[in-house]
């Protein structure tokens, strides 16, 4: 039997968001970050640990990096780099 294509399957997982997703002055909670292990570290050193929130502030001009408030602090990401920060 096939899904309807306006419905998801019961089977099918939901579709992760990412940091880029999030509009400005939206929070989410950080899920895992898919990167190796020195880069997650040192993410994880800057507060973006999962389980965490995570806000996005605001952004260069072109959109490109981004600046996320967490654990007190802000911090500017590239969009190559919060695509692989997933969130909850």
């Not at 400005?24 to 929130?53: K, V």
């Amino acid at each position: 039997m096939q899904a309807d294509g306006n419905k998801p399957s019961r089977d099918a997982k939901p579709e992760c968001r990412n940091l880029t997703a999030l509009k400005r002055g939206e929070s989410a909670t950080l899920d895992r970050i898919d990167l190796p292990e020195d880069d997650a570290r040192r993410l994880m050193e800057l507060g973006f640990l999962p389980g965490h929130s995570v806000t996005s502030s605001h952004a260069a001009p072109g959109g490109d990096p981004r600046v996320f408030r967490v654990d007190g602090s802000e911090v500017a990401l590239r969009r190559e780099t919060a695509k692989h920060l997933i969130l909850r």
